[in-house]
């Protein structure tokens, strides 16, 4: 047993030194950091994977319903910190470790982020594995493990430089791999029809190139250490040792080690380049690696835990998510295994997936659906492509033809289109429930993405708001404010988030709220230093710290963001009177490696800090930094040292968003439009406890349908004020340190505003004054810093998973 050795620090000691010593083999003295975090990674995993088991085996007699979340991101971030509050053992280790002369913030320290996710999509899935286990369900994740993960990303010159991550390179002691798990996956090759003498018949799939997807697994610990549930990540390794031994000893070493290169390319790195037909291929690689193989694993599982059931109980037992559109072939691959592995006819196999298997959704745009082309999709899978191209004609065949528009509806939902897999569409059809992620997001699909499905399946449809875990985004991020918290309410809202509500009792203290404002200076000295740190900026721990942190996309609109820092500027050096309340900006997040004009961005952004930082005409007043390389580790820094949370994207266009969530929970205010979760935001907390400006969805589609708007008159109506901001882009101001930013100039005015960046300023401007003005009544402001950390609790990925449990996955 290994839970005795946390009864007090003493125990723990003992029992660590111990570990420690053996794993690296000399006194703990003489131990790096590195070594000391491993022993104590060790320590934990041990009890973690203990208890797995020990919890797997209970499960297996209690006949209990297992989920399996499949995602191709989970971004997990560092554990060990987490791990250690949801054991409720993180004071004992400090303390044991103190005792010893170590300190559990450098160990701590020491942990990298797992490449294993880039944005809001992995970061939700690693919210909802932890809320599964704290809530006692038995999930379990079902993704990749990346070789390497998408980039670290580093800024010379202003750009965006893409630099390996390599972070597997000093090990990551949470996972456990189990080849004897292993499931061989069949790419290429042909379909051959067999048939027997009383004319049945059968295909299988020959040829081609086999991989063997090697499992590994981490442990996910609940909150309070009663639930501990499994991710299982795949990684591709030959299914043979085919080694070419004479080209090797003819020196052709790369052709000797061929085979191995190829097979492990499919997991080596987190979303390639899918710009040439090479990068495409290894994508649909492997987005059906880890179908494949999750799928015949959950089916090996069944076959040994449920013998007797048969095969219409399998959704009594399981039910499989699907995290948006790249686990989308869950559904055909589940037919192919149940008709071609299984022996189960059509229609006995079709409605086993269906009841099985749901579907959230993740974006409002149709351009940003995933597709395949048709040949690409049958020359690497033939035999899924079979069932995929089934699925279609009954699907069309069944299509109602006594309805309005019945052509266009079917044209709209059909599977295969154009030369085209539409993997939503599969993904819908395949799923007994579909789900948005914000009320306004919802809605939108029924509306118009997804519109005539809604019009076919109503039923299908619900919304589940996003959520985020407050153990690590409160909990883990924001000791001090957690501790103050605690004080006054008790831990409680570790377990359940809507006790958080109880500090309503303390809008109209002034020693809770001062003590407040002492928490947040303390969290903005943490991030000043690490900026510093990271940057080289300076950044004055006393002024409104105004952050923006996200992946960079032009919906999500950082360039209006920066377009505002460079009005600021520009009616500073015009009128030495104005003086701007005392601001840093704030801003990270990575763009995707092909993205050229989110990259721009990200340069222009740069090039602004460049110039304004190292003015000392407004360096008193504003400061701009960029946080390079954003992940969940700095992103800890982050939220809970904001002042002001920018959640500007042009409305209609943000599914739901989680770091707006984030921020609020620490005590941000938001600055935002009336997109995606901001919408619930601002009925929470009040809409006077945040700021609200720009176009409404409804604003904007009749604008549009109208089409009476021109960037161009916009510009010339506001010379001094937008109009010289564009104008800036291409004559020099911003252009010392990498040259001017004429890409961004066409994209934003030969294509109208797109994203509406022009027609929004005015409004987000005249905000961001009248919200910064505010900001000197530092009593009013926490206090509405404190209507948002109360209402933040329906945010918690807790009530987000008993939602999904209750009406998705059928959990009692």
Known sequence: MIDHIFENPEAFA?????????????????????????ALASLIGRKANREFAASDSENKKSNKKKIYYFCLEFLLGPLLDNYLLNYGVRDTVKQGLADMGIDLEELIAQEGDPGLGNGGLGRLAACFLDSMAAEGILGFGNGMRYHYGLFKQKIVDGRQVEVTDNWLDKGYPWETKHPESS???RFGGEVVRHEDEQGRYWFTQEGGELVKAVPYDVPIVGYGGKTVNRLRLWSAEPAHEDFDLDAFNAGDYAKAAKFRTDAEAISEILYPNDAGEHGRILRLKQEYL?????????????????????WDRFPDFVGIHTNDTHPAMCGAELMRLLVDEEGLDWDAAWDITTRTISYTNHTVLPEALEKWPIETFRRLLPRLYMYVDEINRRYVESFPRDIDNWQEKLRNTAILWDGQVRMANLSVICSHSVNGVAALHTEILKRETLHDFYELAPEKFNNKTNGISPRRFLGNSNPSLSALITSKIGNGWLADADELSKLSAYYDDAEFLDAMSASKRENKVRLAKYVLEQTGVGIDPDSIFDVQVKRFHAYKRQLLNIFKVMSIYNRMLDDPSYKPHKTTFIISGKAASAYTFAKEVIRLINSVADVINNDERVNDYIKVAFIPNFAVSNAQLIYPAADISEQISTAGKEASGTSNMKLMMNGAITLGTLDGANVEIAELAGMENEKIFGLKVDQIEAMRA???????????????????????????????????FNQIYDELMGNNDYDLVIADFASYVQAWEELTASYDDQRSWQRRALHNIANSGHFSSDRTIREYATDIWGLN
């Open 706 to 740: 109208r089409g009476d708007y021109f960037a161009w008159d916009v510009v010339n109506a506001d010379p001094n004020g937008i109009g010289r901001c564009v104008r800036q882009l291409t004559d020099g101001t911003f252009a010392g340190l990498s040259g001017n």
């Open 14 to 38: 003992h029992e660590y030194r111990a570990t420690l010593e053996a794993l690296v083999g000399k006194d703990f003295r003489d131990c790096s950091a590195q070594d000391q975090y491993q």
């Open 183 to 185: 499931v061989l996956v």
């Open 290 to 310: 880890f179908v494949a193989a999750g799928l015949a694993s959950i089916i090996r599982n069944y076959k040994y835990d449920h013998a007797d059931a048969g």
